[in-house]
């Protein structure tokens, strides 16, 4: 079962919600969300907003559950307790008001970024608070955290955004298995953003981020003391003594290993905000990740699958039924690769499925983008953007596979093959077996979506060059 549809299972099921009726609320076919609801079909990233948004106008609550089960990594070791999207769980020992405001009037990534590393450091220490955490250490995980989005992903965090310009001012040297996702706890990646020269980094990091942050914490405290919070120099000097001082009668969520602003280098989570923190985990992940995605995605509107590039990927989803589909075009004809014009047959130990728009870019498997190619024509183009010369063939050889998959499997599963068709390519069923109509779609949708993609940094233009191998 994918994570969307335990989330939407979850969320309908919990608040006794209809399919039918989120199905009238987004405006689509019933068979859809039934297909969603079993696992039959993933929604796609843009989709799962609109999921949020219609079960927020049925059940406010159904949507923070329907949140919260999608994006909390830890949801099999928390309960999920439905909230409303904009709040937290209540709690006697510490402030909930204030941490709901931590991300108020944000401009920049740091906030998001500073929060959802603190809450993986602590996952990893078990939420034990002896040890301070370092300036160090935080910076080392912010910069991991903002690496998949930004640097593999190619998301803009926002043309002034620090975070994201201290990391491409990097030179990392990512090894395999952080591309390939089996780096899931950021290990490797901590490891290699570790070994750089970071001084610079942790000095711009110290003198603003961590003595703001808390800001809402404090608020009274602040004004008590006659400490602005326009003017950011005396605010930051003024922090670590104010949030010492009231360490224990206001609980911020930390203070710092110093009361003098230059011998900071740590701070030192509360212990009752680490009670707090560890026992609603997976709620507070999942409204961390709300939150983040919403910055992510206005900044990046045009975007495919941002959701689906905000953390380290669990893994790449199977290609198993996309390959099966191919699979009944090939029994009937042999294909000709668009790339190489190599013959391609069925069961074929050279057989591979190409991402014509590359998946570090789309982040999802739908069918009207992938299409056979030889394994080693696959390697070669790895995530660049092919030339303009091979779309013709492309578009030649989806209307092949959506023709002879029409002739040649049962109605009922040939509408539902062709519903990323539908969907993403704004297609009626009829249409699909029309030429002209197919092209045009196609030149609407990968048009634009290639012009996106370059401008965020993704090479266009690739040709396959054959190489013998002289072995």
């Keep these: 079962m994918s994570k969307a549809s335990h989330a939407l299972q979850q969320a309908l099921e919990l608040y006794g919600i209809s399919q039918n009726r989120?199905?009238?609320?987004?405006?689509?076919?019933?068979?859809?969300?039934?297909?969603?609801?079993?696992?039959?079909?993933?929604?796609?990233?843009?989709?799962?907003?609109?999921?949020?948004?219609?079960?927020?106008q049925i059940e406010p609550e159904a949507a923070q559950t329907f949140i919260n089960a999608f994006f909390?990594?830890?949801?099999?070791?928390?309960?999920?307790?439905?909230?409303?999207?904009?709040?937290?769980?209540?709690?006697?020992?510490?402030?909930?008001?204030?941490?709901?405001?931590?991300?108020?009037?944000?401009?920049?990534?740091?906030?998001?970024?500073?929060?959802?590393?603190?809450?993986?450091?602590?996952r990893r220490r078990n939420f034990e608070t002896q040890d301070p955490i370092r300036f160090e250490d935080l910076i080392i995980e912010m910069l991991a955290n903002a690496w998949y989005p930004h640097a593999y992903f190619r998301l803009s965090l926002g043309t002034q955004d620090k975070i994201a310009q201290k990391l491409d001012a990097l030179d990392l040297e990512i090894s395999e298995p952080i591309l390939k996702f089996t780096d899931t706890d950021k290990t490797l990646l901590r490891e290699a953003i570790?070994?750089?020269?970071?001084?610079?980094?942790?000095?711009?990091?110290?003198?603003?981020?961590?003595?703001?942050?808390?800001?809402?914490?404090?608020?009274?405290?602040?004004?008590?003391?006659?400490v602005s919070r326009s003017r950011g120099n005396e605010l930051d000097v003024a922090m670590p003594a104010i949030a010492n001082q009231y360490f224990e009668s206001r609980k911020p969520l930390y203070c710092f290993d110093s009361e003098s602003y230059k011998d900071c280098q740590a701070i030192i989570v509360h212990p009752d905000w680490a009670d707090y923190l560890e026992l609603h985990l997976a709620i507070i992940t999942g409204w961390v990740s709300w939150h983040w995605l919403n910055y992510v995605q206005r900044r990046n509107p045009n975007t495919p699958g941002v959701v689906n590039k905000l953390f380290v990927p669990q893994k790449r989803e199977s290609l198993e039924k996309q390959t099966q589909y191919w699979n009944e075009v090939l029994k009937v004809k042999p294909i000709e690769c668009i790339y190489s014009g190599q013959t391609l047959t069925l069961g074929s130990d050279d057989l591979s499925l190409d991402h014509y728009l590359?998946?570090?870019?789309?982040?999802?498997?739908?069918?009207?983008?992938?299409?056979?190619?030889?394994?080693?024509v696959n390697s070669?183009?790895?995530?660049?953007?092919?030339?303009?010369?091979?779309?013709?063939?492309?578009?030649?050889?989806?209307?092949?596979?959506?023709?002879?998959?029409?002739?040649?499997?049962?109605?009922?599963?040939?509408?539902?093959?062709?519903?990323?068709?539908?969907?993403?390519?704004?297609?009626d069923i009829d249409s699909l077996l029309i030429r002209e109509r197919v092209q045009k779609a196609y030149e609407l949708t990968v048009s634009s979506q290639i012009a996106l993609a370059v401008s965020q940094g993704f090479w266009g233009d690739w040709i396959y060059y054959y190489k013998p191998d002289f072995r």
């Design 358 to 376: 590359p998946w570090s870019f789309v982040a999802h498997n739908q069918l009207w983008n992938l299409i056979p190619v030889s394994q080693s």
């Design 380 to 427: 070669s183009k790895s995530n660049n953007l092919p030339a303009q010369q091979y779309f013709s063939k492309f578009v030649d050889l989806q209307y092949q596979g959506i023709c002879i998959t029409h002739d040649t499997v049962k109605e009922g599963r040939w509408k539902n093959l062709m519903e990323s068709h539908i969907n993403d390519l704004k297609l």
């Design 22 to 56: 989120l199905a009238r609320e987004l405006g689509v076919d019933l068979p859809i969300v039934f297909r969603w609801f079993h696992g039959q079909v993933d929604p796609t990233a843009e989709t799962i907003t609109n999921i949020a948004d219609a079960l927020r």
């Design 194 to 226: 570790a070994a750089q020269d970071l001084r610079d980094i942790i000095r711009h990091f110290r003198r603003y981020v961590p003595f703001r942050l808390i800001i809402p914490f404090l608020d009274e405290e602040l004004k008590l003391k006659g």
């Design 72 to 122: 909390a990594r830890s949801v099999t070791e928390n309960a999920v307790t439905p909230q409303s999207p904009r709040s937290l769980p209540l709690s006697h020992q510490v402030n909930v008001a204030a941490l709901s405001r931590l991300f108020a009037e944000t401009t920049n990534s740091y906030k998001f970024l500073f929060f959802m590393s603190l809450l993986d450091i602590l």
